[in-house]
């Protein structure tokens, strides 16, 4: 169902992201992390634009493709372009899942899951905190 693509790229320079991002964005974009569920100030953003990588500014998702999931997080039903994001199996906290991390610098951003609506099928589930927007 899922084309793993070429894989992670390496990440950016911790010293570095530690600098810029706050806490949260380092937890969840270089350590894995989830940040809670409704807490994410993109996750009720319905302005029109693209939402980018926090760490290095790719552009991953267009404000088109997003839709409300229910989930408290952002969710999108396809990327702008398969080449800005890879996916992995993740087999952490005793399930399967499908990891989303950034093609360009290996961050983590969420996970992809097969009950999104038509036509892809596919619910990106990405952290506010892995995501900076720009309005078109």
């Not at 926090?54 to 396809?78: A, M, Q, R, V, Y």
């Not at 952490?92 to 609506?117: N, T, W, Y």
């Not at 036509?119 to 892995?130: A, D, G, K």
Request: with cysteine; aromatic share 10%.
């Amino acid at each position: 169902v899922f084309d793993y693509g070429a894989g992670f790229a390496d990440m950016s320079p911790k010293e570095d992201l530690k600098k810029r991002l706050t806490k949260m964005q380092y937890h969840v974009t270089q350590e894995y992390g989830t940040e809670p569920p409704f807490s994410g100030e993109l996750n009720d953003n319905k302005d029109d634009g693209i939402y980018k990588c926090i760490c290095c500014d790719t552009e991953l998702f267009h404000s088109s493709n997003k839709f409300d999931s229910g989930t408290g997080w952002p969710s999108f039903c396809d990327p702008i372009s398969k080449d800005h994001v890879a996916l992995k199996e993740d087999t952490s906290d005793a399930m399967i899942r499908v990891e989303v991390g950034c093609q360009k610098c290996g961050a983590h951003l969420g996970h992809v899951f097969g009950d999104g609506p038509e036509p892809t099928r596919l619910r990106y589930c990405i952290n506010s905190s892995s995501l900076s927007f720009k309005k078109s």
